[in-house]
């Protein structure tokens, strides 16, 4: 195939390779693993495919449980290039213009377009004086981007010798400062300021005190804009599969990993719930981290990722999401909107600092059928709505809260932008921090992993070759370069640079 290289040894004789958890991460890992000539064998303990890209399919909508926003296709398309196909001929990946629309409390809008002459129109409306600060935002976040993304997102980072080069674009481009600290540098009106700062909630992350290194993502959207996968994400997930697949590669549902087993720290294989024993020459875990080192991990010896250093890890917020399907359309609506509550830092503070769950909320709308009515009943809409909240560190149980919630989320969105939601709902599903932690095995419900902080990020974050166990790599949002399908998908690169080609390694793994 294009882009593999040959000969190789038949596949039964090759290095086994084993994939626990089926995301982004653990698919993008076991496609690279195949293309190094590994057999590989993706563990999946959920009934499908996608981890917090799942797919839930009800009352004849489907609903895609996580990433919706997706940029950077190109990271997508060379995963299909290393098994000699093209991904747009598997994939109908289509370009949204606008990206998103904010609403703000006031009822007033901005719009993000993918042109910058019709963002500069709406920077005009709003606040005409800075426009000249909108060019150098432009021109400051593509350095960033260089700097931050295109030097650093796919090379590893375990090495300390790495954090040493890194360090003076950190302090060159004011990385130890806050993504909203440098956005108010370049904009006096403080919706543009939101509008321009927003953006490190889509990782996890706090724009007061997230690092102003992902100002990138403003320039990642501008690169490369911001798609749709027709069919959904659940399409992209499909997809990566029959590429796993297609290499001889195997996805194994309903298997949860109980432990990964070691001898003389050097990652041998696991044992499943059911106490099944599989063997392996390496183990990629696109597990939490938490999860891998202090779970998976339980009886090894560990010097650097202890469970009391697992436990200090500073964990993102969590997510109330709400699942809903209409009988009715909402033609007026976009695809994504954003729509803030009357309080920005205030709020923020409350779900990162103090860990309360505040009375009001800001909340982010999905709806795939503007641009795909495939995922719904003739006539009808498929909606999520997402909150971000404290994670289960605030203590709220939602075992009694969560239908409370959901009213009012409900009430905000009926009086704003989908008059008549009650009485036009048919279907519909929720998703709280509990679910983060009991079905995704996420640290406190945390539903980014590790929070995105100076001191959080590249070396300092957990590193793809596990500095604890020989033969053993992390992928995932918990890993560097960190949450977002892009920073995912990075991460698997990094593995694919640090494990060798299978015909260099001897086969160790009996199964």
Known sequence: MDGMTAPRRALEEAPQALVIGSGFGGLAAAVRLGAKGYRVTLLEKLDAPGGRAYTFRQDGFTFDAGPTILTAPHLFEELWALCGERFSDHVDLRALDPFYRIRFDDGSNFTAYADEDATRAEIARIAPDDLPGFDRFLRASAQIFDAAYTKLAAEPFHELSALFAAAPDVVRLGGYRSVHGKVADYFTSEKLRIAF??????????????????????????????????????????????????????????????????????????????????????????????????????????????????????????????????????????????????????????????????????????????????????????????????????????????????????????????????????????????????????????????????????????????????????????????????????????VDALVPEASSRPVRAQT
């Open 197 to 494: 700062s927003f953006h490190p909630l889509f990782v996890g992350g706090n724009p007061f005190t997230t690092s102003a290194y992902y100002c990138l993502i403003s320039h990642l959207e501008r690169m490369w804009g911001v798609h749709y996968a027709v069919g959904g994400t659940g399409a992209l997930v499909r997809g990566l599969v029959d590429l796993v697949e297609g290499q001889g590669g195997r996805l194994r549902l309903g298997c949860e990993v109980d432990e990964i087993l070691t001898d003389k720290g050097r990652a041998t294989g696991v044992r499943l719930a059911d106490g099944e024993v599989i063997a392996a020459d390496l183990i990629v875990s696109n597990a939490e981290v938490g999860w891998t080192y202090s779970k998976l991990l339980r009886n090894t010896p560990r010097r650097t990722w202890t469970d009391r250093k697992v436990a200090g890890i500073r964990q993102s917020m969590s997510l109330f999401v709400w699942y809903f399907g209409t009988k009715t359309q909402y033609p007026d609506v976009d695809h994504h909107t954003i729509l803030l509550g009357p309080r920005y830092k205030g709020l923020l503070d409350d779900i990162f600092h103090t860990k309360t769950l505040a009375d009001d909320f800001s909340l982010y709308l999905h709806r795939p059928t503007a641009s795909d009515p495939s995922l719904a009943p003739a006539g009808s809409d498929a909606f999520y709505v997402l909150a971000p909240v404290p994670n289960l560190d605030s203590g709220t149980d939602w075992t009694a809260t969560a239908q409370a919630f959901r009213d009012r989320v409900a009430a905000r969105l009926e009086e704003t932008l989908l008059p008549g939601l009650r009485q036009n709902i048919v279907s519909e599903r929720l998703m709280t921090p509990l679910d983060f932690r009991d079905r995704l095995r996420s640290s406190k419900g945390a539903a980014f992993g590790p929070e995105p902080l100076l001191l959080q990020s590249a070396w300092f974050r957990p590193h793809n070759q596990s500095p604890d166990v020989e033969g053993l790599y992390l992928v995932g949002a918990g890993t560097h370069p960190g949450a977002g399908v892009p920073s995912v998908l990075c991460s698997a690169k990094v």
